[in-house]
């Protein structure tokens, strides 16, 4: 052929043309860039076949020319460029109106300039059957047997290299029919699922194979997407699926269910396989690692948000001191209770030492290992209540710019102190009862429950019985805290303690303000002993703390307001003074207390009532009655 009789082609590569042998050939050609999944050019015997106009397809893909078959037309062209050569039955181009049609593509390089194009024949292969039927007919007329013998010969060549084909491959790969019913098994699906191909062929292989879910429900197949594969003529793909050996076990699968089509019609489906059993054991480790390790981290935040918040807490001296019968009552009830996860509820005055008993509680428990965590409820706006106590997930409100562990998680395996549990407003007691009854939560914005194990201590200066007579405390709450209760009681009731309790405050500070040596006198302790401590031991340590600073010669200056002491700004001389014996003392005060609650009518609590006669709080006289053993 004349190099100078060509064609140019319209937007190639100017240094590419076809020639006129393209342009009037009797077969339908195709040019194609596979690199780019582009349509070069379709000579006119080809735009008839497709029913597409020439310009048409030029401006086309490759792949949009066969939807749905992309993987078989990237094998086509691989093979093809790799050998040179290549022809394939298994590419169906979509017609302009719309139909599959039935061709055989064979595929010759077509070196250019512009890089390696494939130029495509496409044969009709019904009517290649046909002319290959006439011409064996034919041939068997004019040549006989042997003929016949080496056509033969030819069609077992072409099984045998399919064969060697499948055989090769290390996925799974099976087929079948319109019915499901299986029609072949290549051997990696054979080792893969552990059946023969002689066993699976002819049997409806989701029956066999896919007939449950990894949790073991049933599977139906109009559900599978295999069989819907050749239903809707589509490819369908699945990763998250199990297939079953002959043995009874499962694997994991991923797949692609591919259909087979003839002249239009959804003849079946091919099946692509692989186990990824081990991959999917991998990422779930790896998913279960990272988890762990963002909850740790997360825990490991909080609790380190909560140990800076506690060491700016002033907590003063760790132990209980005292050598009081009050005291010593005190100590045997949480050696009891310390043992067991009882629900302990904590009351009395502000400043006696609650959140002292709480720690020793939870110290001498088998939680000890954790740290104690501590929520002050009358600081937690309404607001914030839930995020403080069960965390929030990012997202969940304004300013939820992360995940945040929330208290009772915190306390998981731990103990959770409830200070000024009676503060917690009454809308927000309910979603704290749930919590405690059930041992779940769910994290504001967050619909995953999670268990909890916390122990729970409670403390209160408050009377929670005449809250919930009054209305204010939940009375399902209420016992659920009160299973074990404790008293704390006032400074006044165990004055023998405050030599003790001014040494050991007075060390403190001491150890606190680097000071020097002081001397806690005899006069000193009966001053301290002459007051009335409105503020408990809490104001005790403060008055010590500050005579320690004012200290001179290594002698306290204690200053207690006399309004208090004396009960007027005159100070009587000692011979105006008549001395009262102790048990005189708490004779009066026995007295004075029977007094006030026969006015009262026995009535300790709310307007009128005895407590409010006698100018104190409801558990300060009811700690007194227990003392002096005046019962109502």
């Not at 981290?297 to 909080?302: H, N, T």
């Not at 907590?315 to 005190?330: D, F, L, P, Y």
């Not at 020097?516 to 408990?536: C, E, F, S, V």
């Given at each position: 052929?004349?190099?100078?009789?060509?064609?140019?082609?319209?937007?190639?590569?100017p240094?590419?043309?076809?020639?006129?042998?393209?342009?009037?050939?009797?077969?339908?050609?195709?040019?194609?860039?596979?690199?780019?999944?582009?349509?070069?050019?379709?000579?006119p015997?080809?735009?008839?076949?497709?029913?597409?106009?020439?310009?048409?397809?030029?401006?086309?893909?490759?792949?949009?020319?066969?939807?749905g078959?992309?993987?078989?037309?990237?094998?086509?062209?691989?093979?093809?460029?790799?050998?040179?050569?290549?022809?394939?039955?298994?590419?169906?181009?979509?017609?302009?109106?719309?139909?599959?049609?039935?061709?055989?593509?064979?595929?010759?390089?077509?070196?250019?300039?512009?890089?390696?194009?494939?130029?495509?024949?496409?044969?009709?292969?019904?009517?290649?059957?046909?002319?290959?039927v006439?011409?064996?007919?034919?041939?068997?007329?004019?040549?006989?047997?042997?003929?016949?013998?080496?056509?033969?010969?030819?069609?077992?060549?072409?099984?045998?290299?399919?064969?060697?084909?499948?055989?090769?491959?290390?996925?799974?790969?099976?087929?079948?029919?319109?019915?499901?019913?299986?029609?072949?098994?290549?051997?990696?699906?054979?080792?893969?699922?552990?059946?023969?191909?002689?066993?699976?062929?002819?049997?409806?292989?989701?029956?066999?194979?896919?007939?449950?879910?990894?949790?073991?429900?049933?599977?139906?197949?109009?559900?599978?997407?295999?069989?819907?594969?050749?239903?809707?003529?589509?490819?369908?793909?699945?990763?998250?699926?199990?297939?079953?050996?002959?043995?009874?076990?499962?694997?994991?699968?991923?797949?692609?269910?591919?259909p087979?089509?003839?002249?239009?019609?959804?003849?079946?489906?091919?099946?692509?396989?692989?186990?990824?059993?081990v991959?999917?054991?991998?990422?779930?480790?790896?998913?279960?690692?990272?988890a762990?390790?963002?909850?740790?981290?997360?825990?490991?935040?909080?609790?380190?948000?909560?140990?800076?918040?506690?060491?700016?807490?002033?907590?003063?001296?760790?132990?209980?001191?005292?050598?009081?019968?009050?005291?010593?009552?005190?100590?045997?009830?949480?050696e009891?209770?310390?043992?067991?996860?009882?629900?302990?509820?904590?009351?009395?005055?502000?400043?006696?030492?609650?959140?002292?008993?709480?720690?020793?509680?939870?110290?001498?428990?088998?939680?000890?290992s954790?740290?104690l965590?501590?929520?002050?409820?009358?600081?937690?706006?309404?607001?914030?209540?839930?995020?403080?106590?069960?965390?929030?997930?990012?997202?969940?409100?304004?300013?939820a710019?992360?995940?945040?562990?929330?208290?009772?998680?915190?306390?998981?395996?731990?103990?959770?102190?409830?200070?000024?549990?009676?503060?917690?407003?009454?809308?927000?007691?309910?979603?704290?009862?749930?919590?405690?009854q059930?041992?779940?939560?769910?994290r504001?914005?967050?619909?995953?429950?999670?268990?909890?194990?916390?122990?729970?201590?409670?403390?209160?200066?408050?009377?929670?019985?005449?809250?919930?007579?009054?209305?204010?405390?939940?009375?399902?709450?209420?016992?659920?805290?009160?299973?074990?209760?404790?008293?704390?009681?006032?400074?006044?009731?165990?004055?023998?303690?405050?030599?003790?309790?001014?040494?050991?405050?007075?060390?403190?500070?001491?150890?606190?303000l680097?000071?020097?040596?002081?001397?806690?006198?005899?006069?000193?302790?009966?001053?301290?002993m002459?007051?009335?401590?409105?503020?408990?031991?809490?104001?005790?340590?403060?008055?010590?703390?500050?005579?320690?600073?004012?200290?001179?010669?290594?002698?306290?200056?204690?200053?207690?307001?006399?309004?208090?002491?004396?009960?007027?700004?005159?100070?009587?001389?000692?011979?105006?003074?008549?001395?009262?014996?102790?048990?005189?003392?708490?004779?009066?005060?026995?007295?004075?207390?029977?007094?006030?609650l026969?006015v009262?009518?026995?009535?300790?609590?709310?307007?009128?009532?005895?407590?409010?006669?006698?100018?104190?709080?409801?558990?300060?006289?009811?700690?007194?009655?227990?003392?002096?053993?005046?019962?109502?």
């Amino acid at each position: 052929m004349n190099i100078r009789n060509i064609v140019d082609l319209p937007d190639a590569h100017p240094d590419v043309s076809l020639g006129l042998a393209f342009e009037h050939g009797a077969e339908p050609v195709l040019v194609i860039d596979p690199l780019e999944d582009r349509i070069i050019d379709a000579n006119p015997r080809a735009a008839a076949l497709l029913g597409y106009g020439r310009s048409d397809l030029r401006s086309m893909r490759v792949s949009a020319l066969h939807p749905g078959q992309l993987p078989a037309l990237i094998v086509f062209s691989q093979a093809a460029l790799l050998k040179g050569r290549y022809w394939t039955q298994a590419l169906s181009p979509r017609h302009a109106d719309g139909s599959q049609l039935s061709l055989e593509y064979s595929a010759a390089v077509l070196p250019t300039s512009a890089g390696q194009w494939l130029q495509i024949a496409l044969h009709d292969i019904v009517e290649r059957q046909r002319r290959m039927v006439d011409q064996e007919a034919d041939l068997f007329m004019r040549s006989g047997i042997a003929e016949w013998q080496r056509a033969e010969r030819f069609f077992q060549d072409i099984e045998r290299e399919n064969r060697l084909i499948l055989r090769a491959a290390g996925e799974g790969i099976y087929g079948v029919n319109a019915e499901g019913i299986t029609t072949f098994v290549n051997p990696a699906a054979e080792r893969m699922l552990g059946w023969t191909a002689e066993e699976l062929v002819g049997r409806d292989m989701h029956a066999t194979v896919h007939h449950t879910h990894a949790d073991g429900r049933h599977y139906v197949n109009h559900d599978c997407p295999i069989y819907a594969a050749f239903r809707d003529g589509t490819v369908h793909k699945a990763d998250a699926e199990v297939f079953w050996r002959k043995d009874g076990s499962s694997f994991h699968v991923e797949y692609t269910s591919t259909p087979i089509r003839e002249r239009g019609r959804l003849l079946g489906a091919v099946i692509v396989f692989r186990d990824i059993t081990v991959r999917r054991e991998s990422e779930e480790q790896l998913r279960g690692a990272l988890a762990e390790v963002d909850h740790l981290r997360e825990r490991l935040e909080r609790e380190n948000e909560y140990l800076q918040e506690e060491i700016r807490i002033e907590t003063r001296h760790r132990g209980i001191i005292g050598r009081s019968a009050a005291h010593q009552k005190i100590i045997s009830q949480i050696e009891l209770v310390a043992q067991t996860d009882a629900t302990v509820l904590i009351t009395g005055e502000s400043g006696t030492g609650k959140e002292l008993i709480a720690r020793a509680i939870h110290e001498a428990s088998r939680r000890s290992s954790r740290p104690l965590i501590r929520v002050n409820c009358a600081a937690i706006p309404r607001e914030l209540f839930e995020s403080e106590f069960f965390g929030h997930v990012k997202g969940a409100f304004t300013g939820a710019i992360r995940d945040r562990i929330g208290r009772f998680e915190l306390a998981d395996q731990a103990t959770l102190f409830l200070d000024e549990v009676g503060e917690i407003p009454l809308e927000l007691q309910g979603k704290l009862l749930r919590v405690l009854q059930e041992k779940q939560l769910e994290r504001v914005g967050e619909e995953r429950t999670r268990n909890v194990d916390v122990r729970i201590i409670a403390a209160t200066n408050r009377s929670l019985k005449s809250d919930v007579k009054a209305g204010r405390f939940r009375e399902d709450l209420y016992y659920r805290l009160d299973v074990f209760p404790i008293e704390s009681v006032s400074l006044r009731e165990r004055l023998e303690d405050i030599p003790q309790l001014a040494q050991h405050a007075l060390e403190g500070a001491i150890r606190k303000l680097n000071l020097p040596a002081i001397t806690l006198t005899k006069a000193d302790i009966d001053r301290l002993m002459r007051y009335d401590w409105p503020g408990n031991v809490r104001e005790l340590e403060n008055v010590i703390e500050r005579a320690a600073i004012l200290a001179s010669n290594g002698r306290l200056r204690i200053s207690l307001p006399e309004a208090r002491a004396g009960q007027g700004a005159s100070v009587p001389q000692p011979s105006q003074v008549r001395l009262v014996r102790e048990d005189e003392r708490k004779q009066r005060d026995r007295d004075n207390i029977v007094a006030a609650l026969n006015v009262a009518g026995g009535r300790v609590f709310g307007a009128d009532g005895a407590a409010e006669l006698l100018g104190i709080r409801p558990t300060t006289l009811i700690s007194r009655m227990k003392a002096f053993g005046i019962k109502i």
